[in-house]
């Protein structure tokens, strides 16, 4: 089953033909994900890899191929486009993996989705990998810049705001030969179309989801809303880790939405939450598997 | 980016916000000049304000002894005398930390008496991915507290980013904070200016404080008496006026040359730094460190594709902080190959001749080839099987 992609899903890629755009549309080919087709104003009617057709727009794309999904490597300026682009066109999934988009640019975006059918994951984040049977996870769905041969298919549920902290969680479970059904970046931006608690909720409700790693940082109170909704609804169980618990405030550390401001956002106050919710806390994140796998 | 209070008074003025005249002064003579000419123009009062991108300016003292970073004067002689004593000093506020800040500008404006005072805020609210506007008649005070002990005197008016700041939403906020007549009609101006200032210029924050009730010219008036900005960094590229307003001069040395490299480090207090890619894994990197008994000397992310050159400036700016005394590598290479960054690592340590303890762990694609780069450099490093062995390594070597 897994939650948002399956193998199956068929992806097209925005700003295909951009160097970053480009190189991950062909790692995403080589682990076998349906890339069916890429846009790129003013290049449509060529190939990419002389397999996959490029389109000039996303309505084109989605009417000639079936593209239900999109990943967005389109540069921070028109990324807002790019992505309302995608939610015009009726996609079911937006992810948009460029960083540094204007938070006002994102406000938009937000406002002018509400009512719309299409979920949007990101920006400025890893995106999402639903792993496949094949070797090295090989026959998923990836969509976005997360490295395919980390993952092995299986039943634990990953969810972040980093995508280096997705890595280790990920790495971390398949050394341990436990597999994961799907892994989500949701991404660093204060504005993001996807919270921690709505992939939850999805991985709550899906059978092959066994139990789940979230990984938070400073900034913003969405951890602590969904711990929340984990202690009164979660039937699985939880694992969290925090980053941040020594980033100094008033500081953004790399991260546009990691910092604490008005005493507001802190790692201890998102532990507490986390803890009194019942989530089980990895103390390092050396031990975001071990910690899951003991509360299983 | 944070802005100075005269650079955002600037801004706001172009919107149409009331603030007191003043001009931004250099010299002490430049400032008497300023004065002089408020003075003529038929102020009573005068007030010399620092400038930096630090609050608690008016309870601040300079390193040389003299009391307060915002002083009201009656005369140019005085305002001469108060800004030779604060130009080319170092402000300690409750903000700046032991350290200070070097006060290089002042902000010589007028200071008409203060009848009431109020807060007034723009800022995002993360929770409904919306700007709110927040307004209390609690001014001129630390607002963390009145958040704290008196909620409910803040009122919140969410903007719909759709349609934008509305009149009636003026028109209620000059209600809560108890303005009525021609008061309130000025107030709901000025707080459309300040969010149309905050919306157009892309801020982040845009906080008045005080908003005040002043007496101009025999009658009340509204004015922007302080006020404190910060702009996205992602949308100055459409800023070009705003881009020029970087004061390098507020900025820690090694972060700008840093971000020269596109790298993104900010500097500590502790002796064990670290260089990490992504953000995410440089801060948990730290709170390792922490967790294993040791104090992280910076956040270093160098990014998901680092260069060789990148490598090497960033032990360059990790090594010019005095306090390090041991270095902790962390790469997870997804994609990026882990024998490229060995490589790196190697020529970095060699280049910069580096003879503090250091500690590498590398996971990910090519480890094999990377560890064994690291193992025939020569080099004395240590290498760590895990994030954790890694953090108790360089802990152990630096407390040795």
């Keep these: 089953m897994a939650i948002l992609v399956t193998p199956e899903t068929k992806v097209l890629v925005q700003g295909i033909t951009g160097s970053f755009g480009a190189r991950h549309a062909q ?34 794309a989605v009417k000639a191929t079936g593209a239900t999904a999109s990943a967005v490597f389109v540069p921070p300026p028109f990324a807002g486009d790019a ?18 988009i204007p938070v006002a640019d994102m406000v938009k975006v937000k406002r002018a989705m ?23 996870s090989q026959g ?26 997705t890595y280790e969680a990920v790495w971390q479970l398949t050394q341990r030969d436990i597999g994961q059904s799907t892994c989500v970046g949701i991404g660093g931006d204060p504005v993001n179309g996807t919270s921690h608690l709505d992939v939850i909720k999805m991985f709550n409700d899906d059978p ?64 507490e939450a986390l803890t009194a919710a019942g989530v089980a806390i990895a103390a390092t994140p050396s031990v975001m598997a071990e910690t899951l796998l003991k509360r299983m | 980016m944070n802005l100075h209070e005269f650079q955002a008074k600037q801004l706001l003025a172009q919107y149409g916000v009331a603030v007191p005249s003043g001009e931004v002064c250099h010299t002490a003579d430049q400032a008497k000049a300023v004065a002089d000419k408020l003075f003529t123009a038929g102020e009573k ?30 005369s140019a002689d005085e305002v001469f005398e108060k800004a030779r004593a604060m130009l080319g000093n170092v402000l300690v506020t409750k903000q700046t930390g032991p350290e200070g800040r070097l006060v290089s500008k002042l902000l010589v404006a007028a200071a008409p008496p203060i009848k009431k005072e109020f ?17 209390s008649t609690e001014g001129g005070v630390d607002i963390e507290e009145v958040a704290a002990k008196m909620p409910e005197k803040i009122l919140k008016e969410s903007i719909d980013p759709a349609v934008g700041f509305m009149p009636y939403q003026g028109r209620k906020i000059a209600a809560a904070l108890g303005l009525n007549g021609d008061l309130a009609g000025q107030c709901a101006k000025l707080v459309a200016g300040v969010y149309k200032t905050f919306w157009e210029c892309d801020a982040s924050l845009l906080e008045i404080n005080p908003l005040c009730i002043i007496e101009l010219n025999g009658k009340e008036a509204m004015s922007a008496v302080d006020a404190k900005m910060s702009v996205d960094d992602n949308a100055l590229y459409r800023h070009k006026d705003i881009q020029e307003m970087r004061d390098l001069g507020e900025e820690a040395p090694l972060e700008i040359e840093a971000s020269k490299f596109n790298l993104n480090y900010i500097k500590l207090d502790g002796n064990i730094a670290c260089l990490v890619n992504g953000a995410g894994l440089a801060m948990a990197t730290m709170d390792i460190i922490q967790h294993y008994g040791g104090k992280p000397a910076n956040f270093l992310d160098v990014g998901g594709g680092a260069s060789k050159e990148q490598v090497t400036a960033a032990f360059k700016i990790i090594l010019s902080d005095p306090n390090v005394k041991g270095i902790l590598v962390n790469i997870f290479g997804g994609i990026m190959d882990c024998n490229v960054i060995a ?12 003879k503090l303890p250091l500690v590498v762990r590398l996971e990910g694609n090519n480890v094999q080839a990377g560890k064994q780069t690291l193992g025939a450099s020569g080099l004395k490093l240590i290498t760590g099987d895990s994030m954790a062995d890694a953090a108790e390594r360089v802990v152990k070597a630096v407390a040795r």
């Design chain 2, 119 to 135: 807060y007034l805020a723009v800022l995002l609210d993360r929770a409904t991915s919306r700007p709110i506007v927040m307004a």
């Design chain 1, 208 to 271: 092959d989801t066994h139990g789940i790693i979230m990984i938070g940082e400073i900034g913003g109170t969405a951890e602590e809303e969904a711990a929340e909704w984990i202690k009164a609804s979660c039937r699985k169980p939880v694992a969290a880790f925090i980053a941040g618990a020594t980033a100094p405030p008033g500081r953004r550390m790399g991260h546009a939405g990691a910092i604490v401001s008005g005493g507001k956002g802190t790692a201890a106050a998102k532990i």
């Design chain 1, 27 to 60: 790692l995403s080919l080589g682990y076998g994900t349906h890339v069916v087709a890429g846009v790129t104003p003013g290049k449509g009617g060529q190939l990419f890899e002389n397999k996959v057709p490029i389109f000039d727009t996303v309505a084109e």
């Design chain 1, 114 to 136: 509400q009512g719309k059918r299409t979920r949007l994951i990101g920006p400025n984040c890893p995106g999402i990998v639903t792993p496949g049977d094949g070797k090295d």
């Design chain 1, 83 to 100: 992505i309302l682009e995608g939610i015009d066109a009726g996609l079911d999934l937006v992810v948009a993996i460029t960083e540094g």
């Design chain 2, 45 to 74: 009062a005068v007030v010399v304000k620092s400038q930096i991108h630090a609050g608690g300016r008016g309870k601040g003292t300079f390193k040389s002894g003299f009391q307060g970073g915002v002083k009201l004067c009656k």
């Design chain 2, 343 to 354: 490589a790196g690592i190697v020529e970095a340590v060699r280049e910069t001749g580096l």
């Design chain 1, 140 to 165: 998923g769905c990836r969509i976005g810049i997360a490295p395919g041969y980390i993952h092995k298919r299986g039943n634990i549920g990953v969810v972040s705001r980093s995508g280096t902290l």
